[in-house]
C-alpha cells in the first residue's frame, strides 16, 4: 500500500522537547537581537529553519560508534576507518578529515593557485568557497544555466553549468590562468539544485581538453545522486552507490562539509583522486591549519560518526523521504500560490520574496523582513538569502542587488515531522496573506564585511 503523504523510514527513540514562546515574547527577542533571526538565541525559536549544516539528528548506529572513537593524536585506527569508507565511496585514493568545509576549503584551494590572477570557475560557488577563492588571490566566475533563476520554468537539472559559457570564459582568460572547475553539487546557492551526470560529464572533457583540475565541493552528492536517479533517464535503475561513484570519476579532487551529506554536526573531508604532488602539498598545509592529517581537526569519535554517517546518507530509503519531505513542504507552499524556487531542491525550500513585497526595495531586504513576520508569526527562524547576504560592492561601495531576494527554509536532516512542516506551511500562508503590509528594514548597524550575522536594523516607517 502506497501512502500520499511521505513515510520516514526511521523512528524515534530519543527526543529533544520545543516550545514556543508567546507573540509579545518573540516581539522582545526580535527588537533585542535588532531584526536580525541570527542573532535571536535558539531557545527562543520554535523552529528552526536556519541551516541544514550541522543541525540533523544522528542515527542509534553513529551514536554507538562514537564510543569506539581511538583519540590517538597520530594513526587513529579511527581515521583508517573513515578513510576506508571514504575511499569506497569515491575512489580516491588520498583522504584527510578537516574540521569542516571551509577547513578543507582553506587546505586546498590556496595550493591550486600557481600565481596571481588566476580564476576559479563553478556553476555557482557557494559564499565561503568564494571566500577562500577571493582570500587565495584569484577570482570566482559562476558559469551556471540561465533558466536556474527562471523560477517557475521546469528545469531538472537546475545547477548545471552552462558548457558552451565554460568554454568561452575558459578562452577568455587562457587555460593557464585556471586554477580549477569546482562543480557544486546540489547547487547551494540555487536552492539545493541538482545537477545532472551528463552536464558533469561535459565540465569533465572540457577540463581535460584544457588540463584543468576538477574540484567537486560536495557537501550534498547523496542528494544530488538521488536526482540523478530520479531525474536522468540513463540512470533510473542504478544504484545511489554507483551514480555517486561516477559523480566522483568526473572530478580530482573532492572537498564536503560532512555537516550534511555527512549526517554529523560537525566536521569535512579532503579527498584527492590521484596527484601525489597536490596530496603531499596539502598534508604539509593541513597541520598548522586544521591539525596532523590523520585528525584534521576531529576527535577520534567524530570520524567514527561520520564513517556510519556517510553511509547512511547513500541509502535509498532515507534519501527518498529526505527529497520528498522538501517537496512535500514546496507543494504546501505552491497550493497558495506563494513564489518559490521550482522544482524543490534537495535541502530547502526558497520563497521569492522580491515577487511577494514589491512594495519593499531591494536595499531594505525584502527577504529578511520576511524571515521576521515569519518569526513573529510562529516563532520560525528562516534566512535571508539576498541583497542583504550579497553585501556592497567593494569599488562603489553600494549595495549590490541579488538576481533573487530569497528566503530560505532549510531543512534539517531526520529532524522535524511533516506536522512541523505543516506548522511552517500554515504560518507562512498567514504571513503571505498580510505581505502587501510588511515594511523594509534600515541599517543601525554594519558590519564591513559578512555584515547579515552581526547587523542590527530598524524598521523603515
Ligand atoms: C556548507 C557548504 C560549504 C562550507 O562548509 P562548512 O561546513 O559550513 O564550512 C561549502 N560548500 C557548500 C556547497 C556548502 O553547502
Known amino acids: 500500500m502506497q501512502s500520499k503523504r511521505p513515510i520516514p523510514p526511521y523512528r524515534i527513540k530519543m527526543v529533544e522537547p520545543i516550545r514556543i514562546i508567546d507573540r509579545k515574547e518573540r516581539e522582545k527577542k526580535l527588537i533585542e537581537a535588532g531584526y536580525n533571526p541570527f542573532k535571536l538565541h535558539s531557545e527562543d525559536v520554535f523552529i528552526d529553519l536556519l541551516t541544514d549544516s550541522g543541525t540533523g539528528a544522528m542515527s542509534h548506529f553513529q551514536w554507538a560508534a562514537l ?31 578537516a574540521h569542516q568545509g571551509r577547513g578543507a576549503e582553506q587546505v586546498v584551494i590556496p595550493a591550486l593557485v600557481k600565481h596571481p590572477g588566476m580564476v576559479f570557475f563553478s556553476n555557482i560557488h557557494f559564499d565561503t568557497t568564494r571566500a577562500h577563492v577571493e582570500l587565495s588571490g584569484a577570482r570566482a566566475i559562476d558559469v551556471v544555466i540561465p533558466e536556474c533563476f527562471e523560477l517557475d520554468h521546469y528545469h531538472p537539472f537546475k545547477g ?28 547551494n546557492s540555487a536552492g539545493g539544485e541538482p545537477v545532472s551526470l551528463e552536464n558533469m560529464k561535459g565540465v569533465r572533457k572540457l577540463a581535460q581538453a584544457y588540463h584543468i583540475p576538477v574540484i567537486i565541493d560536495g557537501a ?41 551529506d555527512g549526517l554529523v554536526n560537525m566536521g569535512g573531508l579532503i579527498a584527492i583522486k590521484n596527484d601525489r604532488h597536490l596530496f603531499e602539498l596539502c598534508q604539509t598545509r593541513i597541520v598548522p591549519m586544521e591539525g596532523f592529517p590523520t585528525y584534521g581537526g576531529l576527535a577520534g569519535r567524530d570520524m567514527e560518526a561520520m564513517a556510519v554517517g556517510l553511509e547512511e546518507a547513500l541509502d535509498l530509503d532515507y534519501l527518498t523521504y529526505r527529497i520528498a519531505e522538501c517537496e512535500y513542504l514546496g507543494n504546501r507552499l505552491l497550493e497558495a500560490k506563494i513564489p518559490i524556487q521550482t522544482p524543490v531542491g534537495g535541502h530547502a525550500v526558497f520563497v521569492d520574496c522580491g515577487a511577494m513585497c514589491p512594495q519593499i526595495p531591494y536595499d531594505q531586504f525584502p527577504a529578511q523582513a520576511v524571515c521576521n513576520a515569519l518569526y513573529l ?21 553600494q549595495n549590490r542587488q541579488a538576481d533573487r531576494e530569497f528566503m530560505r527554509l532549510t531543512i534539517p536532516r531526520r529532524t522535524y515531522t511533516l506536522e512541523h512542516l505543516d506548522y511552517v506551511a500554515d504560518c507562512l500562508i498567514s504571513v503571505y496573506q498580510k505581505r502587501h503590509e510588511l515594511k523594509g528594514l534600515a541599517f543601525e548597524y554594519e558590519s564591513p564585511i559578512l555584515r547579515h550575522f552581526t547587523a542590527r536594523f530598524r524598521v523603515v516607517t
Open 377 to 397: 508569526e510562529g516563532g520560525i527562524r528562516a534566512v535571508e538569502i539576498g541583497s542583504l547576504l550579497l553585501g556592497r560592492d567593494p569599488d562603489t561601495s
Open 67 to 97: 564510543m569506539k572513537g581511538d583519540e590517538a593524536y597520530a594513526g587513529s585506527s579511527s581515521f583508517f576507518r573513515l578513510e576506508k569508507v571514504v575511499q569506497a565511496i569515491t575512489g580516491y585514493l588520498y583522504v584527510m578529515p
Open 160 to 187: 548545471n553549468f552552462d558548457l558552451v559559457e565554460l568554454e568561452k570564459q575558459i578562452n577568455a582568460v587562457k587555460a593557464e590562468n585556471v586554477a580549477g572547475i569546482i562543480m557544486t553539487i546540489t547547487n
Open 220 to 260: 550534498r552528492y547523496a542528494e544530488n545522486a538521488y536526482f540523478i536517479k530520479q531525474r536522468e533517464e540513463a540512470y533510473r535503475d542504478c544504484s545511489i552507490r554507483e551514480i555517486a561513484k561516477w559523480q566522483f570519476d568526473q572530478g580530482d579532487i573532492f572537498l564536503m562539509s560532512a555537516k550534511k
